[in-house]
């Protein structure tokens, strides 16, 4: 799989449930990137994790495109204890993508 899908829906906004958004959901996928070590090239394999993009701002509550994400993303993944201790956190900025790179880039072994 080199390509992400990418599915577009209207769903309810998970805040208020009443007012309509519209949500982006890209798959996982995987791409490669190449990496020049002295003579020779690697292809890099890059994890690209599922995403989900909210395209406006629920009409209904005004929740932020952010909030929207947030609540979507947390209901999904996170326990309930869990989702109470980041919902404290909210308005940090995500660095998960970077994290992953990062550590792709490790992998890269040197024989
Ligand atoms: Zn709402």
Redesign the pocket.
Known sequence: MDREKVIREEQK?P??K??IITVITKSEYYSYHSARAFNKVKRIPVHHPEKIEIENK?P??G?SKQDIKDALEHGKQIPHEEKLKRSKKAGMPTVIETTIEKKDDKWDEDD
């Open positions: 906004c805040i208020c009443e007012g629920c209904n509550c929740a």
